[in-house]
């Protein structure tokens, strides 16, 4: 980027019902973006900060309001600038929302998943697993570029690093007490990792368990105790290295929201429980191309878990399908296609 700096303003939120997903896929933008010399400012409501705590550390300015939308656009409009663009994440947020922010940046870039809402937007990014741009022809101007599909995921760059070393790991057949990775959501809805946490310590299973959730999670008193009753699980709390440990284990248990992305780059079998309706299409594409098990109930997991441990062809099938999924450069991807724009 020649000349000043180009500056990004954000606007996405997280909350218990809408999960950190948003926010950490932005963040992954940013950073990219700061580190080709972007300024990055994020606009947000407090709850996001406390759902996402990477979001207090991140080194990007960050303002935060406890009111509704109007209070957010003040809160722009005190910051007085004229951003090079305005990316918005946010399922609340659509067309006449996205106008009214014009007057804040000379280009906007829409993340969505959903593609269910018309949008005013210069580009749009929707990294769902066979997704098309043809989902958005009437619900874009004319003028907008899409990029759609999987080669647009916003994962952070680690996870294209430890790609090989991962894949190289899925190479060696299921050792005997398989490591499994236990990562259901920044919010843990309902503290259903703990239900599943239970439920594997009450199966029985020569298995070992890395276990990551937020420390503000409703499981998180639960998880403590079994860990401390337990010595194959292992707790994380609030990660900073999702890469290493997905690298590091051999199947895992999870959402069908964007981590899911992450452990397709990452070549790690998955049972994924559709924990929100916005889920059910990632879910259902990935499985239809083989790369996951969707699993119906909380209560199949345990079955679920004991079939792959004992089904290497499976297993196999599995990595194969999601090696060809993603590379994990989908973010390098949307940032050379804004900086196409200076």
């Not at 020649?2 to 939120?13: E, H, M, N, Q, W």
């Not at 741009?133 to 004319?142: D, G, H, N, T």
């Not at 959402?255 to 780059?265: F, I, K, N, Y």
């Amino acid at each position: 980027m020649a000349g000043a700096p180009a500056t990004f303003l954000f606007r996405v939120d997280a909350g218990a019902r809408l999960g950190g997903g948003h926010v950490m896929r932005c963040l992954t933008l940013a950073d990219e973006l700061a580190r080709r010399g972007g300024k990055c400012v994020f606009f947000t409501r407090y709850e996001a900060l406390e759902i996402v705590p990477r979001l207090k550390r991140c080194g990007h300015e960050v303002n935060a309001v406890n009111g509704d939308e109007d209070d957010v656009r003040r809160s722009m409009a005190q910051r007085k600038l004229i951003a090079d663009w305005l990316v918005i994440d946010h399922y609340g947020l659509g067309a006449a929302d996205e106008t009214a922010l014009r007057r804040f940046a000379r280009r906007i870039l829409v993340i969505d998943d959903l593609a269910d809402r018309a949008h005013d937007c210069d580009l749009l990014v929707d990294a769902t697993i066979g997704r098309s741009p043809e989902a958005y022809r009437s619900l874009v101007p004319a003028h907008a570029r899409v990029l759609a599909g999987a080669d647009y995921a916003l994962l952070r760059p680690e996870f294209a690093a430890l790609r090989e070393t991962a894949l190289a790991r899925r190479a060696q057949r299921l050792p005997a007490r398989p490591r499994v990775l236990v990562s259901l959501g920044m919010t843990d809805v309902g503290a259903i990792t703990a239900r599943v946490v239970d439920a594997l310590c009450a199966a029985d299973l020569a298995i070992d368990l890395e276990v990551v959730v937020a420390r503000t999670a409703p499981s998180m008193a639960r998880l403590g105790a079994l860990a401390a009753a337990h010595p194959f699980i292992r707790l994380h709390h609030d990660v900073t290295n999702m890469a290493e440990l997905m690298a590091a284990c051999d199947l895992a248990i999870g959402a069908g929201g964007q981590t899911s992305l992450e452990r397709c780059a990452m070549g790690l079998p998955s049972l994924i429980l559709v924990l929100a309706d916005n889920q059910r299409f990632y879910a259902a594409a990935l499985a239809e191309r083989g790369a996951v098990v969707v699993v119906s109930q909380q209560s199949e997991v345990q079955h679920f878990l004991e079939r792959l441990i004992h089904n290497q062809s499976e297993i196999s099938k599995i990595i194969e399908a999601c090696r060809g999924l993603l590379d994990g450069l989908g973010t390098q991807r949307v940032a050379n296609e804004i900086s196409h724009s200076f």
